[in-house]
Nanobody
Framework: QVQLVESGGGSVQPGGSLRLSCVAS????????MGWYRQVPEKEREMVAW????????DYADSVKGRFSASRDDDSNTIFLQMNNLQPEDTAVYYC???????WGQGTQVTVSS
């Protein structure tokens, strides 16, 4: 069955960095675009980054452009989200998702606070 497992969350001070990972299994990974999303309580889940297949450039939400960088490694069935210059408004639970599906990981908490 499809499984997505995120890791790498934690607590950092403003201006800090974190790198999230999402390991996928149960499907042919290199055939699917993948996405990173985040959610805070009482708000809808929002897309942060979209990672196409075949080496095309990722797309980003305006709020993270220039600070976040998403990538994938098809050999290890993993996507990454490098988050730099983190700000308190980036605090959320971060999820990965397979495109065209309702397959989500369990989420990893990112907290940015001084």
């Amino acid at each position: 069955q499809v499984q997505l497992v995120e890791s790498g969350g934690g607590s950092v001070q403003p201006g800090g960095s974190l790198r999230l990972s999402c390991v996928a299994s149960g499907f042919t990974f290199n055939r699917y675009p993948m996405g990173w999303y985040r959610q805070v309580p009482e708000k809808e889940r929002e897309m942060v980054a979209w990672i196409p297949t075949g080496g095309s450039s990722s797309d980003y939400a305006d709020s993270v452009k220039g600070r976040f960088s998403a990538s994938r490694d098809d050999d290890s069935n993993t996507i990454f989200l490098q988050m730099n210059n983190l700000q308190p408004e980036d605090t959320a639970v971060y999820y990965c998702r397979r495109s065209n599906s309702n397959y989500w990981g369990q989420g990893t908490q990112v907290t940015v606070s001084s």
